[in-house]
């Protein structure tokens, strides 16, 4: 068995390699023993799936192995989006959550990640004790199993289905009404876990919604399932040649990330979406608190602030960070630049669902594509582009990055350097206001760079300085 390691959204692997029966029994024995040493067990775990390969049957192993232990067990009885998995836990009040999903990976990837009972994704604390007991007992028979009908027959396994209350608890947090006056929306849930959970709701409320990629397929269309440009050219293109659309939303595979395409079928940057609802929410729904943002997320969220007199709270990679700002009831809003938000009062979690129904409502309720709110955002502001690239490190690169990071140059491209920050990486901010960031990855020999600035030639002049810098050229 190789090592058992939890990344930033749990343990993920390749099916049938890593990811197989006997791996997932061991690291559900490990969450067991993790929620039992906390003295939550007799609250019960909810076990949820994505519509990936085998979830169905990877669930109900886990399922076998919680009862087996004795945890009262809720299974969901379909593929259920990440998000409402959370909202489920807290208003089930359960010890927590095993979700399997590998959320935007290719399909041929699956994972567990396990949120605990305040909702949000685990903190290292967390999934540090549960690697140690996982590899602690790897290659043993340290779980007992029990049958599905026996768990029953107990009352240690109970089915649920917990969209219904999570849509009647959205309701209370969109305007439906305004979205209704909006003209059609196109909805692409890349045939994952949010199937039923955009287009039926906006149906209910009298909006006409065009849909596509909404059936349950495992290969994902041939693509990873994520709502990024690359991967969703035939949902852009489905916007450009339809003029009645006004706005299309998206989805990832377990329906935490959003994608959001303009009425002309224009990509809009997650970064640029996060810092547009801070000011909605702020200036039309008069939210107040602070604004939680990754290292790796546009200033444009900053500027948006000072604007507002809003506090910023800058978090490694990784939205359990973010979500614990939730938890503790600190922030309006918190996001990540790779699509993730959510807000006050909502799950401590990210929510694409959530987060396409608000730019939705927002379009709507300001009667401009979400262009032109940029637009209008940068007139108050100032223009923030940002942008990330991956850079391959050989071995020679890879075995002397460490001392190169840890250095801090004078300047670059002609911008000296203004602080450090080691949140997350390395941040390098200048003296113009634009920066770098560069975080090295802990699975692949790759270091992505990070850069922001005012204008697009500043932004490549800024990227190319970066390369300069890992390859040892500036």
Known sequence: MQRITFGTSGWRGIMCED????????????????????????????????????????????????????????????????????????????????????SHNPPEYNGIKFSPSWGGPALPQTTTDIENRANEMAGEICYAECSIDDAIKKGLLLEIDPMQAYLEDLSTKVDFAAIAKLGTIAVNPLYGTARGYLAEPLKAHGVKVVQMNANRDPYFGGFPPEPSEKYIQDFIRLVQQDPSITLGIATDGDADRFGIVDGDGSFI???????LLLDYLVRVKGMTGGVGRSVATSHLVDAVARMHGVEVFETPVGFKFIGELISQDKIIIGGEESAGLTIKGHVPEKDGILACLLVAEMVAREGKPVKALLEQLYEKVGRYLTKRVNITLSPELEEVFPERIAATPAGFAGVAVKQKVTVDGNKFILEDGSWLLFRKSGTEPVVRLYAEASSEARLQALLSAGRDFIEGKA
């Open 269 to 275: 940057e997650p970064n640029y979406i996060i810092a």
């Open 19 to 102: 990811f197989i029966f006997e791996n997932v029994k061991v690291v559900t024995q490990a969450i067991a023993d993790n929620v039992k040493a906390s003295g939550e067990a007799r609250k019960g775990i909810i076990v949820g799936y994505d519509s990936r390969f085998m979830g169905e049957s990877f669930a109900r192993e886990a399922a076998r192995v919680l009862t087996g232990a004795g945890i009262t067990t809720y299974l969901c009885i379909r593929d259920t989006p990440t998000p409402v998995i959370a909202f489920e836990i807290l208003r089930r009040g359960t010890a927590g959550a095993i979700n399997f999903t590998a």
